[in-house]
């Protein structure tokens, strides 16, 4: 089993900054890439940023520039430096995992996972 805990969301005024965090555990052989993904109200989920093992690193057009994305692999974490936050900027964010899992009795096979979501809410 593997979980994604993520941490660091909440309310902040336009401009300000916030910092998630997302710490994947559990049966990970291997990670490909991490990434942040969110969901606005009455909207879709939407890509936000990820990161590959190899650091790179890809950003939706409306955050590029106010937001990095960086990991730890040692912690299995990544991180999400948000800054010059904007109202738009407002739903869930939800942290995603793309690695390879053990199995029981079977070679390390694909495995994609969600955390459970965490809600920064930008005022203006």
């Known amino acids: 089993q593997v979980q994604l805990v993520e941490s660091g969301g909440g309310l902040v005024q336009a401009g300000g900054s916030l910092r998630l965090s997302c710490a994947a555990s559990?049966?990970?052989?291997?990670?490909?890439?991490m990434g942040w993904y969110r969901q606005a109200p009455g909207k879709q989920r939407e890509l936000v940023a990820t990161i590959t093992s190899n650091d790179v690193t890809n950003y939706s057009s409306s955050v590029k520039g106010r937001f990095t994305i960086s990991r730890d692999n040692a912690k299995k974490t990544v991180y999400l430096q948000m800054n010059s936050l904007k109202p738009e900027d407002t739903g869930v964010y939800y942290c995603n995992l793309d690695a390879e899992a053990y199995r029981l009795g079977y070679k390390p096979g694909p495995l994609r996972s969600w955390g459970q979501g965490t809600q920064v809410t930008v005022s203006s």
């Open positions: 559990g049966s990970i052989f291997s990670i490909n890439a």
